[in-house]
């Protein structure tokens, strides 16, 4: 049976699902979260992820109804826009936009500076576009490719991650937990918020593939559910063996007083020495974290810029798919176009931070689309129903919100330029569609008042 022209291709399995969600997510262990605790310390920053885990746990479960039942390659976009209005549907789309394309150039700088320490004459920047463009084609070739490659370089970072526990379990202390672990009170708890969302961002692309899912009621739920089980227990098992080796400030800043990006290596390097065979295994395999993640998330934007250009809600070139390969090329290649720019500005700690607020726009927006199609569509399928409703939505709701105020409480200026893009992006979506509106019931007149002009326009 022929696909349709716009349709994508049926591959994805329960095992490389959860290979796309884990691996979506799992440079978070391996750099950036450490900043967190420069902002709350130790119990600061444990108390920010312990709220962070809840919202995920609570919000995962709910997300999974809704992608089961609705499973579309726009995910949080087509939820919303059915349940709560093209508008909302904007909205939605945008903030799962900006979390998608502004993610990629953050890791890829870390990718960048991975390879730098193995070839110091190549910069950074330009291993980092390079990269952009080898993993953009790669998504372009097939999305069976990308899943079984991300699938194969996951597993490979998850054994790192449970072997540097196993090397620094071993010397735990918890004195080490307990050494100045709250040096900012509840302030450092709501300024850590962002660096503990780090740790989680972009699980929920694992939606945006499932148009791509065999069966994907059932696979969806698999691979999501196991997706964050494994996640969690690997942010716990980090977030102790790393700190109770020597204490949170030992894997914040370098010998020279700066601030890391690169918590295990300075953890493990406490134990084992910077020259020992085990360090350098950190470093080589800690880069198939970062390329997971780099490379998932911007198989997870494609598909999301790709059903905004589907219905129209953005340039429709960016809807079209490969003729040969089924993907979504255009909005791949568009997306890789931004992230290079991004690139450009040097700004990582700042791209970071939009696209958490992407992503906390995302799952509010979200949960309000859940409860109104509840109410709207109690009908609808729903071969998944979240458990303990409406309490895991309702709880998910409150702890985004309060995330993204804090954030913004923090972060004033950023939340300022996120607000801008937003509302921009907005105002011309709202132009575009009047302007479409207004040349349809034109041309529709024109056509009742006198066919022969219709003959002349076409």
């Known amino acids: ?80 826009n059915r349940a709560l209005g093209k508008d909302w549907g904007f909205i939605a789309g945008m903030a799962q936009n900006i979390e998608f394309i502004f993610a990629p150039p953050a890791i890829a700088f870390a990718v960048g500076a991975y390879f730098n320490l193995f070839f110091p004459q190549i910069p950074v920047l330009a291993i980092a576009i390079f990269s952009y463009v080898v993993f953009t084609g790669l998504n372009i070739y097939g999305v069976k490719a990308a ?41 450092g708890v709501f300024a850590a918020i962002p660096f503990a969302i780090w740790f989680f961002l972009a699980i929920e692309g694992v939606a945006n593939v499932a148009e791509e899912a065999i069966r994907p009621q059932r696979t969806i739920l698999l691979g999501f559910g196991s997706a964050i089980l494994t996640l969690i227990i690997l942010c716990v098992l980090v977030f102790v063996s790393s ?21 295990l290596p300075l953890a493990l390097g406490q134990i084992v020495g910077n020259n020992n065979l085990l360090y350098h295994l950190l470093i080589t395999i800690g880069l198939f974290g970062l390329i997971a993640s780099f490379h998932g998330i ?28 089924r993907t979504p090329s255009n909005a791949l290649l568009v997306n890789m176009f931004i992230g290079i720019i991004a690139l450009l500005t040097g700004k990582t700690a700042e791209i970071i931070t939009i696209s958490v607020f992407g992503a906390l726009t995302l799952y509010i927006v979200s949960m309000l689309a859940f409860f109104r199609l509840r109410k709207k569509e109690p009908q609808l399928e729903r071969p998944f129903k979240v458990p303990f409703y409406p309490y895991f939505p309702v709880i998910a709701l409150v702890i ?11 972060n004033f200026k950023l939340a300022l330029i996120y607000f801008v893009i937003v509302g921009f992006s907005f105002l011309l979506f709202k132009l575009f569609k009047n302007k479409s509106i207004t040349n349809k019931t034109y041309n529709k007149n024109i056509s009742h008042e006198d066919p022969s002009c219709t003959k002349n326009i076409h």
């Open 1 to 80: 049976m022929s696909s349709l022209p716009n349709e994508l291709k049926r591959t994805l399995t329960p095992l490389m699902l959860w290979g796309l969600g884990v691996g979506y997510v799992i440079s978070g262990m391996y750099f950036g979260w450490n900043l967190g605790l420069e902002k709350g310390g130790t119990l600061g920053l444990a108390i920010a992820t312990f709220f962070i885990i809840i919202l995920y746990i609570t919000f995962t479960f709910s997300y999974t109804e809704l992608a089961c039942a609705i499973p579309k390659a726009g995910g949080a976009f087509d939820y919303a």
């Open 147 to 187: 899943a079984t490659f991300e699938l194969i370089i996951t597993i490979l970072a998850v054994g790192e991650l449970l072997l540097f526990t196993g090397v620094t379990l071993p010397r735990f202390e918890m004195k080490n937990l307990q050494h100045n672990a709250f040096p900012h009170g509840w302030q």
């Open 243 to 263: 700190i109770g080796v020597a204490g949170w400030e030992q894997i914040v800043y370098k010998p020279d007083g700066t601030t890391s990006d690169s918590p």
């Open 298 to 325: 911007i198989l997870a934007a494609g598909r999301s810029s790709f059903e905004f250009g589907r219905i129209k809600s953005a340039p429709a070139f960016l809807g079209k798919i490969h003729r040969r390969f």
């Open 400 to 410: 985004a919100v309060f995330s993204f105020g804090a954030m913004a409480v923090y």
